[in-house]
């Protein structure tokens, strides 16, 4: 295959060309706009009114039919303005845009006989439920996100129907994209979202739970959409701080029962406004933040200390103190600049960061905390963006981002540091304290790195008045590396037990791999819109080459078979995808419609997935006969492939209630799994390939009360079920080399949840206070009971169900007003109200319950550690502040 000089296929470098200067090529998912149609008294167009959003410096004319469109609109609240010299002017105010979303505003227009400006005001009305959806899609504003208790990205997304701790409608965890501002934040290694967005930055969150148009790519199950805040014209500026810790109904969950008021606290502060240089704003924002986990260990022993095993003797130099097992301390933040100097072109630069260090529990490393390993995490995002608009009906958008994340873990950086030679590795006696490590330190070791370029292009043309064209392309170029960054090893010499340190001595000790793969996509999307009937198709073309080598004879992979056929290394091939996509809304009534949608959604795999363990001269030692459950990477996979179907009603009960009922189907295939090869010896090895299958069938039932005096209600309730051969990748491995049947069989996954519910409400009194509650109730996962202790005593995989459990979340705000100066409000929480133990976590597989073993004895370790249980209840005070046009506390939070 062509290249250029980079490495990438010159018909990729080619399509991002064409995409910056052909029509029908992105809406790059991070505006909106407002259309709609105005009339007179006599219900007849009136041409050539002046539409105008003044808080964007948008304007645009009706047409002969009295119909416009202002494109390329930020997600927020606005006013709009109706002028026309015959007529009053009439505007229309608290008009919701959200993100690739088409908000209606239609006119009427009165006749003014006089020459002064004569006004009308009216206030939108945001309606229940959005009747022009396709698909299944939640829009949370900021004003909604500020009411919650919920403080990150994460806990937002999983309050959505068909949502389940991270998997979207039964998929695997990697299967959605994360987003900010349209662009992707996920990394490339295991295709996770790589950022902890605090709610002060978020403008709006998108959560597509079901299909989704052919602009978004590298995901099956769905799409998170975070619209970060923009600057303002006008210096503005807000700060938040809140303190707290975990309260206890009973101890067992930690070595003390006192509430620490300073366990968990968080300090951010956010500005934005003007700068000195011409038609620039800004908007800045910083956190710091840490948490102490609620499990205490003690330090009775140090690392470097040495007990006598054979007599029993463990004596420890610790200082006997009680620290937190785990902790997190982070520094997080974002900045953003905006200049519009040119006409008709927009210049942004965005600037995302999270630097976050802490330590994992281990209940083992209760009596030495210091011999665990620490955590270091280093996420940035950052890059331009240009905006140009061409007229009323087009504009274009150009983004670059550059994706760098970095995780390590080790108990020192060094390999060659002296602390591992002084404390040895982690070791404890069965008969202390049980088990509990007594000196030492964990050799565990990873490095892992991903700096990922990303080119965007996209472009959009209105057409018509209901004929929207768009597309884009997407260029992606990773580079990945992972690893063990030098292996330590304990080695007789001389009968002598000596550490020694292995680097880079393949293939059993590998140096960390470096892996530069290349991602490109390209798409159409046509959008017609009808008065309330939609049509979104699209068509999306993904292409990935990993730029590796595999074995050409699979059979002697190492060369290692003496006569045989030799293998060489040979390129992977390129793989493309084609995916269609189709979402058709349809009006029954005003007050209803029906929507489906169908889909081929393709992903391809992680490169952590299909890279680690991919170098098959570690089989050169397999024996004739031999089986070698290690399994091994392959970067020639194909992308996971999902089909899905959906079907729903919505219905505007009234002007303040909907219902929203959808039916959905999924069939998975292609997913990375395991297959089993034979060597020309006859020996067989495991490797990743396309083999893995599933699928899910569900309803969501969703009921939106936006206003019952001064309360909301919202409730959504789904039932599923998700199927599949194989709830990991290597669990088929897994499964052989404990003895068991590895071939393919359909059981329930791991997560299938059948029956969820959340239930959020709030009541509030704007610019005084506010209150809000969720309730999160769900049936039990799945599990695998056994009959007794010992080796291949299980019954069927995931024949049993865990206990149903419930947690509830609580905030309230009192708005103090500006007695003090600054705008003023306190706010308290609390999560797990009625410190529930237990919610879809570990249960004993002889019963089924979290709290009791039918084998006491081999299971003492797992009954003296409470982390098996649910974290207790926390409780948090804050304080709010702001200052600056347009701030507002209380009942809603900001304007």
Not at 130 to 139: E, P, V
Not at 194 to 217: C, H, K, M, P, W
Not at 350 to 355: E, M
Request: glycine letters at 10%; charged letters at 20%.
């Amino acid at each position: 295959m062509n290249r250029g000089a980079c490495g990438v296929p010159h018909w990729a470098i080619g399509l991002c060309a064409a995409a910056s200067l052909v029509p029908h090529v992105c809406w790059a998912g991070t505006t909106g706009k407002i259309s709609g149609r105005v009339i007179d008294a006599a219900q007849k167009p009136v041409p050539w009114v002046q539409v105008l959003v003044p808080a964007q410096r948008l304007s645009v004319n009706t047409n002969a039919e009295g119909e416009y469109t202002i494109l390329n609109v930020p997600p927020g609240t606005y006013e709009v303005v109706f002028r026309h010299v015959s007529y009053k002017q009439l505007s229309v105010r608290e008009v919701l845009v959200s993100a690739d979303q088409s908000a209606r505003v239609d006119a009427s227009l009165v006749e003014s006989t006089v020459v002064q400006l004569e006004e009308i005001v009216v206030t939108a009305k945001r309606p229940p439920v959005d009747l022009n959806l396709t698909s299944s899609q939640t829009t949370v504003t900021r004003e909604e996100i500020e009411q919650l208790p919920v403080q990150q990205l994460d806990d937002l997304v999983n309050l959505q129907a068909g949502v389940v701790e991270g998997h979207f409608r039964g998929g695997r965890l990697g299967e959605v994209q994360y987003q900010v501002d349209g662009i992707s934040v996920n990394n490339a290694f295991d295709n996770k979202n790589a950022f902890t967005l605090d709610r002060s930055l978020l403008q709006e969150v998108q959560v597509i739970s079901g299909t989704f148009d052919a602009e978004y790519g590298q995901a099956m199950s769905g799409v998170v959409n975070a619209v970060l805040r923009q600057g303002t014209d006008k210096f503005q500026w807000s700060a938040e701080g809140y303190t707290g810790g975990f309260a206890y109904s009973e101890d067992q969950r930690s070595a003390q029962n006192s509430f620490d008021p300073v366990g968990i606290w968080s300090l951010q502060g956010t500005a934005s406004g003007p700068l000195p240089i011409p038609n620039t704003v800004f908007l800045g924002s910083l956190r710091r933040a840490s948490t102490d986990d609620y499990f205490l260990g003690v330090r009775r022993f140090a690392p470097s200390d040495s007990s006598d095993f054979e007599n029993k003797e463990f004596v420890g130099t610790g200082d006997g103190e009680e620290v937190p097992l785990a902790f997190h301390r982070e520094w997080s933040g974002a900045g953003k600049l905006t200049n519009t100097s040119l006409e008709n072109s927009k210049f942004d630069y965005q600037f995302l960061f999270d630097f976050a260090e802490g330590r994992q529990k281990d209940f083992a490393f209760r009596l030495n905390p210091d011999g665990l390993t620490r955590q270091e995490i280093v996420a940035i995002c950052h890059g331009p963006d240009w905006t140009k608009t061409f007229d009323k009906n087009s504009y274009l958008e150009l983004n670059l981002r550059q994706n760098y994340t970095k995780f390590t873990d080790f108990a020192y950086e060094d390999v060659y540091d002296k602390r591992y030679d002084e404390a040895g590795p982690a070791v404890g006696d069965d008969e202390y304290e049980l088990g509990a490590y007594v000196q030492g330190v964990s050799f565990d070791r990873f490095y892992q790195r991903t700096n990922a370029w990303i080119l965007k292009s996209s472009y959009v043309n209105q057409l018509t008045s209901h004929h929207l064209l768009k597309g884009g392309v997407e260029l992606n170029f990773p580079d990945v590396s992972f690893g063990t960054p030098g292996f330590l090893v304990f080695t007789s010499e001389g009968g002598t037990e000596t550490l020694k340190r292995f680097y880079d001595q393949p293939p059993d000790f590998p140096a960390i791999q470096h892996y530069r793969p290349f991602i490109g996509a390209a798409y159409a999307q046509d959008t017609m819109e009808w008065e309330d009937f939609n049509v979104r198709a699209g068509l999306r073309m993904d292409y990935f080459d990993a730029r590796s080598t595999v074995p050409s004879d699979l059979s002697n992979p190492a060369n290692s078979i003496q006569g045989a056929p030799e293998s060489v290394p040979v390129e992977t091939s390129a793989k493309v995808a084609m995916s269609p996509r189709l979402g058709i809304s349809y009006p029954i009534e005003d007050w209803a419609s029906l929507h489906f949608a169908y889909g081929h959604f393709r992903q391809f795999p992680p490169i952590g997935e299909i890279f680690n363990n991919a170098n098959y001269d570690v089989l050169a030692n397999l024996q004739a006969g031999g089986v070698d459950y290690g399994v091994l990477g392959n970067p020639d996979v194909s992308p996971e492939r999902t089909v899905q179907y959906e079907f729903g009603y919505k219905q505007v009960l009234n002007a303040d209630m909907g219902l929203d009922v959808t039916t959905f189907y999924k069939d998975i295939r292609d997913l990375l799994g395991v297959e089993f090869v034979s060597t020309y010896n006859g020996a067989e090895y495991a490797r990743l390939t396309n083999v893995d299958l599933g699928d899910v069938i569900g309803v969501t039932v969703a009921f939106d009360a936006r206003r019952i005096g001064r309360a909301s209600i919202g409730f959504d309730y789904t039932w599923q079920q998700a199927l599949g051969n194989s709830s990991d990748p290597r669990e088929t491995a897994t499964r052989a080399s404990a003895g068991e049947d590895p071939q393919p069989r359909i059981v329930p996954f791991v997560w299938d949840q059948r029956h969820t519910v959340n239930l959020t409400a709030s009541i509030d009194l704007p610019n005084a206070y506010s209150a809000s509650a969720i309730l999160r109730a769900a049936s039990g996962q799945p599990y695998t009971p056994v009959l007794d202790s010992g080796f291949n005593s299980g019954l069927e995989t995931n024949s049993g169900r865990k206990p149903i459990g419930f947690t509830l979340d609580l905030r309230a705000e009192k708005n103090l007003g500006n007695r003090f100066g600054p705008q003023m409000a306190v706010f308290a929480r609390a999560f797990n109200l009625f410190d529930t133990r237990y919610y879809n976590g570990f249960v004993f597989d002889s019963t089924g319950s979290p709290y009791y073993s039918r084998f006491p004895e081999t299971d003492r370790v797992t009954l003296a550690d409470p982390n098996r249980f649910f974290p207790p209840r926390r409780l948090e005070i804050g304080l709010r502040l702001g200052g600056g046009e347009g701030f507002r506390l209380g009942g809603g939070g900001e304007s």
